[in-house]
């Protein structure tokens, strides 16, 4: 008995409770390799501490680590690291209450494991149903992204490849959300995509029809050189006439790309930390349009 309890003891770090194994196993050593009389006499007056040592500690112990407990224990401390980072976005204590349940000396022994069962399975269904909460949050921020996007006048101007090309990185960031697991990396894959996937959309939408522009002004350019050709003397002197009847056509002006800018970036001069009545609101609407209308001066675009 004392090799398989010392096995059992070896699974400390993974079962810190087996530590309680470190009084039978130093009886058991002490009763190794004595004389018979030993074991005749003075084994006999400790045997009311070797029964009690054996209900108390090691049956509940070998009974643990034989059956479904060790597998709810294991369940439950392979949970709470896994879900570790997502425990912050829920409430209640679950956590902390099967935390000290697995960390109780005495967890192996009368119904503790159906406790932790009982608080793992409400943990789990919490976890879960905070990571569906998230994803459907972010689903409905790109979601309502691109409907903005979709529904400019810029938009009907693309080509049909264009609008593919345009909602690609949409159905990317919704797909890595939707294998995503963890609250906190959902929200921040929201968040690059906005500062970079969600800019970039914005900056196309306006900057690809204006290349096609140039594109196309410069072909006609070239037509038109291509189709010009040396004109006789009478045909200099017609032109003439045709030139001073007929003023040159204004150049086409092609307008650049537009640059865009965070609406939560802006500036706005507003002093108190919060809104707390219809003055405030107010108030903070005149210094918030008054930082619009600045960025749009500078010949910016606000994305909101």
């Not at 990396?185 to 690809?208: C, P, Q, S, Y």
């Not at 029809?209 to 072909?219: G, M, T």
């Amino acid at each position: 008995m004392e090799g398989e309890l010392k096995r059992l003891r070896e699974s400390a770090t993974a079962y810190p409770f087996t530590t309680s194994l470190d009084a039978p196993i130093a009886t058991l050593s002490q009763a190794i390799g004595k004389k018979t009389d030993f074991y005749l006499v003075d084994l006999p007056r400790t045997s009311d501490t070797l029964l009690d040592l054996k209900e108390r500690v090691v049956d509940p112990i070998r009974r643990f680590m034989a059956g479904n407990q060790r597998q709810i224990y294991d369940e439950a401390r392979s949970t709470l690291e896994a879900q570790e980072a997502n425990l912050a976005h829920i409430t209640g204590d679950e956590a902390g209450a099967l935390r000290a349940i697995l960390d109780d000396p005495a967890c192996c022994a009368g119904n503790r494991m159906t406790q932790a069962k009982t608080l793992l399975d409400a943990l789990r269904a919490k976890v879960a149903a905070r990571v569906a909460e998230e994803r459907a949050a972010a689903r409905a921020t790109l979601d309502q992204w691109w409907a903005r996007i979709a529904g400019t006048p810029e938009y009907a101007t693309l080509t049909p490849a264009e609008q593919a090309e345009l909602r690609t990185p949409f159905d990317v960031t919704l797909r890595q959300i939707e294998r995503q697991t963890l609250v906190a990396v959902i929200k921040d894959t929201v968040r690059r995509f906005d500062d970079h996937g969600h800019v970039e959309a914005m900056e196309n939408l306006t900057r690809w029809p204006a290349a096609r522009a140039v594109a196309a002004l410069a072909q006609t350019e070239t037509a038109a050189r291509r189709t010009t050709r040396a004109p006789g003397a009478a045909d200099a002197a017609a032109q003439a006439v045709v030139t001073i009847a007929r003023p040159a056509a204004p150049a086409r002006v092609i307008e650049p790309a537009a640059d865009y800018v965070a609406q939560g970036t802006l500036p706005v001069a507003y002093t108190k930390p919060w809104l707390a009545d219809e003055n405030d609101v107010d108030a903070y609407l005149s210094a918030l349009r008054l930082a619009l209308l600045a960025a749009i001066k500078a010949g910016k675009r606000v994305r909101i």
